[in-house]
């Protein structure tokens, strides 16, 4: 195996890792809207060279949490929203830097609001199936929007700060020839 396939393989457990990691902080208490979905969805985005594994490992990740907490009505709509922000990862963070997470996280927490909320207002019985129900749908969510945004800033910050932290280690260690 050669080296650049040893740090491929490497690099792909460790982003893998860190996402299961985040998943399974969903089963620990926390305020709602307050867990690292987003994050994990533009991690994978942003560090997984085969996008393949940008969907599947974060959708893996929550579906395995899901089963555990239990599943819940729309969470097909979740996982929707999960593959939307996949993406952005995808298309935000080619440069990984402070400015674009903090942005790529913002439009992430937008997008989960307006798929998730647009999804219950669809296909839901609660909100008449007319403009106005649709925005009462969008009224009655803004309350939970403010943890959804903090939540993903400060797991997003956590998972690249990591992630960039480890590269800079093993980097270091490399050029001290140790």
Not at 28 to 38: K, Q, R, S, V, Y
Not at 119 to 144: D, H, Q
């Amino acid at each position: 195996m050669t080296d650049q396939m040893k740090k491929s393989t490497s690099n792909f457990w460790v982003i893998t890792l860190m996402i299961c990691v985040a998943a399974f902080v969903r089963l620990l208490p926390h305020p709602p809207n307050f867990a690292p979905i987003a994050a994990m969805a533009l991690f994978g985005g942003a560090y997984f060279n085969r996008k393949a594994f940008a969907f599947a490992i974060p959708l893996f990740a929550i579906l395995l949490t899901d089963a555990i907490i239990g599943f819940y009505p729309f969470a097909f709509i979740v996982y929707v929203s999960l593959a939307v922000i996949v993406l952005l990862g995808i298309v935000m963070l080619k440069k990984v830097s402070v400015k674009n997470v903090m942005l790529a996280s913002v439009t992430a927490s937008a997008s989960f609001f307006i798929i998730t909320n647009f999804g219950v207002w669809a296909f839901g019985t609660l909100y008449p199936k007319t403009p106005a129900g649709l925005m009462e749908s969008y009224i009655a969510a803004i309350p939970f929007f403010h943890n959804t945004l903090i939540s993903d800033l400060f797991y997003a910050g956590i998972m690249f700060g990591v992630y960039e932290l480890i590269k800079h280690k093993v980097l270091l260690y490399k050029r001290l020839g140790a």
